[in-house]
C-alpha cells in the first residue's frame, strides 16, 4: 500500500521546505517508503528475538536509532 503524496508533502513543508518538484516529491515518497519498510521488517525480528509477535513502539525506537 504505497504511502499518500500529500502526507508527505505535509512533512517537507514542516521541514522547512517552501517548493518541490512533482518529481522529486514522488521520489522522496518511494526513499521514505522504503526506510519505512525496513524499519518494519528490522522491529519484527527484534519482537520475535524477544519472544513476541508483535511489534511494539520500543522495537521501532531501537532499530530507527540502529540507524
Known amino acids: 500500500m504505497p504511502l499518500p503524496v ?3 508533502e505535509r512533512v517537507a513543508r514542516k521541514a522547512g ?3 518541490i518538484s ?3 516529491l514522488v521520489k522522496l515518497t ?3 517508503e522504503d526506510i519505512g519498510l525496513e524499519i ?3 522491529a519484527a525480528v527484534a519482537a520475535r ?3 513476541r509477535r508483535t511489534i511494539l513502539a520500543k522495537d521501532i525506537k531501537l532499530v530507527a536509532r540502529k540507524g
Open 6 to 8: 500529500a502526507a508527505i
Open 17 to 19: 521546505v517552501e517548493r
Open 22 to 24: 512533482a518529481d522529486a
Open 30 to 32: 518511494e526513499v521514505v
Open 40 to 42: 518494519a521488517l528490522e
Open 49 to 51: 528475538h524477544a519472544g
